[in-house]
T-cell receptor, first 115, second 112 residues
Framework: NAGVTQTPKFQVLKTGQSMTLQCAQD?????MSWYRQDPGMGLRLIHY???????DQGEVPNGYNVSRSTTEDFPLRLLSAAPSQTSVYFCASSPQGYGSTDTQYFGPGTRLTVL | GQQLNQSPQSMFIQEGEDVSMNCTSSSIFNTWLWYKQDPGEGPVLLIA?????ELTSNGRLTAQFGITRKDSFLNISAYIPSDVGIYFCAWQLGTNSGKSTFGYGTTLTVKP
């Protein structure tokens, strides 16, 4: 299994550009999440999904959209990039079921810079 | 929202020393999680705690779920250079939610 994969690994955008961060997992996990990590701020939840076709907002959803058309993929879209969105983005997945959802598997991250 | 306070923010450790860090919250939690993040990587789960008072070990790591269910600590014994990284506490937002809230992290660095 490849686990959780994220592309691209690095990205530089200009203010106002849009782009999609890709996330895929091959573990047949129901739950997937997007976090952003900023220095000294820990990881903050952007959006999450408990299954195909179901998404919900996390702590910091503004400026981001998600969709979950398949179990495997959970892309994160930046609608109009802003410098405040410069961050490291992590995708995570976890299996369904009490106790098992505690183990979130994280991807390697996408390092995004918005100029 | 719930506050999750993690301390210390950073530590400089000599090889062989023991390390201790903790998390406190303003709310009662059902699950405490401890993650480690190596430089340039995503976090990896170290220990999960499910019951108040529970003490769990994973090699040189030991974590405890506080009796009040509002705190947890993580101890690392006999620090080695590969322990460098950021350690996060986290709590599960309800059962079967698939999402967590993370502390700000404790960064461990080898003392020069």
């Amino acid at each position: 299994n490849a686990g959780v994969t994220q592309t691209p690994k690095f990205q530089v955008l200009k203010t106002g550009q849009s782009m999609t961060l890709q996330c895929a997992q091959d573990m047949n996990h129901e739950y997937m999440s997007w976090y952003r990590q900023d220095p000294g701020m820990g990881l903050r939840l952007i959006h999450y999904s408990v299954g195909a076709g179901i998404t919900d907002q996390g702590e910091v959803p503004n400026g981001y959209n998600v969709s979950r058309s398949t179990t495997e993929d959970f892309p994160l879209r930046l609608l109009s990039a802003a410098p405040s969105q410069t961050s490291v983005y992590f995708c995570a997945s976890s299996p369904q079921g009490y106790g098992s959802t505690d183990t979130q598997y994280f991807g390697p991250g996408t390092r995004l810079t918005v100029l | 929202g719930q506050q999750l306070n993690q301390s210390p923010q950073s530590m400089f450790i000599q090889e062989g020393e023991d390390v201790s860090m903790n998390c406190t919250s303003s709310s009662i939690f059902n699950t405490w999680l401890w993650y480690k993040q190596d430089p340039g990587e995503g976090p990896v789960l170290l220990i999960a705690l499910y019951k108040a008072g529970e003490l769990t070990s994973n090699g040189r790591l030991t974590a405890q779920f506080g009796i009040t269910r509002k705190d947890s600590f993580l101890n690392i014994s006999a620090y080695i250079p590969s322990d460098v990284g950021i350690y996060f506490c986290a709590w599960q937002l309800g059962t079967n939610s698939g999402k967590s809230t993370f502390g700000y992290g404790t960064t461990l660095t080898v003392k020069p």
